[in-house]
């Protein structure tokens, strides 16, 4: 390549990338560029302030040609006098010119393809192809042994993998032990005494927690509110409530319950839900239609059937004292019959049964019996003719 740009005339443009760093940054651009011949030792590599033309154009000309150039020819563009960069750029301009004339564009692409088919011909690429073990049937989707590196011997001085497993439970139990013992009490340093709501505060707002536990349940936030406890709502505007609210009221305890999960913080849901519930009190307060010829629909609803424990039924100290005397009556007629010899003994009943039942049937012994066949017919099998 470099000797098809001799050729040419041309001087070829040298890679940065390929530059020592000492020599980096005084690499030469082109033949025709003349660049003083100080080092980048004897002078400090620092921008030096150029001076402001009197025209805007030409200062935009030279920034963005600065911008355009290698971030190392960039930090030698800026190491050089304001004469110089004009003759940098003024060179570099000639040396595009001179490259896009379509002349010098073939010869350079003929002398491309000369070096590259050289290259081919006389330095052919080698290739080298490893050998890969075929994996077994067992080992089929695993990773190659290669790149788990060989196993340390063992030297008998360590615990299977099962007794790590237990050894980590071990500390992750005493952990929170400790975290029990020493950190939970401070908590009650926290403590709050409760307070109840006042009237002014009729809405309460349930949410839940998973214990620092991701879950898709943990941001929804559910609030309630009984409708008699709203401030400044007539009978008819409370009525006008409940049937804006629909399945949501509950006709047993007259409380209204609205959840909220759309958004991705408890404090989201929270906020719409009470934009919800402005609305339904701005809805209800609404003069213009008080639905009062719509009925209730509490369809909804399926009320629980209670049972209670009977009055009657319940153990009162004269019942007990009625239930004692009777057990201590029934315990001293079984005494009485005990002694007198009355009192039946369920088991002895039933062996006297059995055995009088043994002794009444007699024994049968078997006994063989002659049967008559009719002439002409033989006898049955095992049987006698008469």
């Known amino acids: 390549m470099a000797a098809a740009m001799n050729r040419m005339g041309l001087a070829a443009l040298r890679c940065p990338s390929r530059i020592s760093s000492t020599s980096r940054s005084m690499a030469p651009i082109a033949s025709s560029v003349s660049v003083s011949s100080r ?11 150029l001076k402001q033309d009197d025209s805007s154009s ?16 960039r930090n030698v563009y800026d190491s050089l006098s304001p004469q110089e960069q004009k003759e940098f750029e003024a060179s570099s301009s000639g040396l595009k010119q001179h490259m896009r004339k ?12 000369e070096a590259s088919h050289y290259v081919d011909v006389n330095e052919p690429r080698e290739y080298i192809v490893f050998a890969r073990e075929q994996q077994g049937l067992l080992a089929m989707g695993e990773p190659e042994p290669e790149d788990f590196g060989a196993d340390d011997e063992f030297a008998h001085d360590d615990i299977s993998s099962h007794a790590h497993g237990d ?34 505060e009729p809405l309460r707002f349930r949410y839940t927690t998973y214990m620092g536990e991701s879950h898709p349940a943990e941001n929804k936030v559910v609030v309630e509110f009984c409708t008699k ?13 409940i049937k804006i609210v629909g399945v949501r009221y509950n006709p047993d305890t007259d409380i209204v319950k609205i959840s909220c999960e759309m958004f991705e913080s408890q404090a989201q849901n929270k906020r719409y839900l009470l934009d919800v519930v402005d609305d ?27 049972f209670r424990f009977p009055k009657e039924w319940l153990m009162t100290p004269e019942r007990q004292q009625q239930l004692l005397a009777k057990r201590q009556q029934a315990l001293l007629a079984e005494t009485q019959r005990e002694k007198e010899g009355t009192l039946l003994d369920g088991v002895k009943v039933i062996d006297r049964a059995l055995a009088r039942a043994a002794f009444s049937q007699p024994q049968q012994t078997p006994q063989l019996q002659t049967v008559a066949v009719p002439a002409g017919k033989k006898a049955a099998k095992g049987g006698r003719r008469r």
């Open 280 to 306: 339904i009190i701005k809805e209800a307060k609404d003069p213009k239609d008080t639905f009062a010829d719509i009925p209730f629909d509490f369809r909804h609803h399926k009320p629980k059937r209670q």
């Open 167 to 200: 050894l980590e439970q071990h500390r992750e139990m005493r952990e929170y032990a400790r975290i029990a013992a020493w950190e939970m009490p401070l908590l009650s340093k926290l403590a709050k005494p409760f307070v109840p709501p006042a009237k002014d």
């Open 229 to 241: 406890d709203l401030p400044n709502l007539s009978e008819t505007q409370r009525s006008k409530l």
């Open 58 to 73: 030409a200062t935009s000309t030279s920034t963005v040609f600065r911008d355009s150039l290698d971030p190392t020819i």
């Open 39 to 49: 080092s980048t030792s004897a002078r400090s590599f620092t921008s030096t302030s």
């Open 102 to 113: 379509p002349a010098v564009r073939d010869r350079l692409e003929r002398a491309v393809g």
